[in-house]
């Protein structure tokens, strides 16, 4: 067996926090994010406040540097990068049950209203590529940031 195995992302959820049991693991969800409103009368770029990545990532092998990058929809300019956060896979447990990791996304912002995408990626690999195992992979996690009419893009 080859010593790594790529994680398979099967779920990605932006949210306002993330609850753990007493064992640390997720169990709830709060208040998932897809679209948020630019404050009225804010100039620069508006940091929310702090959000969470809820991911779950199965059939994997070996140790990973999971993180995630900010872009807006369409580019490669990164306008956020998350430390990476090191996970590992023993490959003994069963690999099709998932692995639920929590990520706080300290620091993030946005420089203006638009269309941006949270892309996750395992050391170098983009989670969202298709690939022999998952030829429909799960997509980049989308987030709208209206501006303070409620348009997309609009004026500051």
Do not use: K
């Not at 709060?30 to 009225?40: A, F, G, K, L, S």
């Not at 956060?85 to 203006?112: K, S, Y």
């Not at 969202?128 to 997309?152: C, N």
Request: proline share 11%; hydrophobic share 40%.
């Amino acid at each position: 067996m080859n010593g790594h195995v790529v994680p398979v992302l099967r779920l990605a959820v932006l949210c306002q926090s993330i609850e753990v049991d007493a064992d640390g693991r997720p169990f709830a969800l709060e208040h998932p994010v897809h679209t948020i409103r630019w404050p009225d009368g804010h100039t620069g770029s508006y940091e929310p406040p702090t959000l969470e990545l809820y991911l779950q990532l199965e059939d994997a092998v070996g140790t990973f540097y999971i993180r995630c990058v900010l872009r807006p929809i369409g580019e490669t300019v990164e306008l956020y990068r998350l430390r990476p956060l090191e996970v590992p896979f023993d490959g003994v447990q069963n690999r099709i049950i998932p692995r639920e990791v929590g990520v706080v996304l300290n620091g993030l912002a946005f420089p203006r209203p638009g269309a941006y995408e949270l892309v996750v990626y395992a050391n170098h690999v983009s989670l969202h590529d298709p690939d022999g195992r998952t030829p429909i992979p799960f997509p980049t996690v989308r987030v709208t940031v209206l501006g303070p009419d409620g348009s997309e893009g609009g004026i500051l």
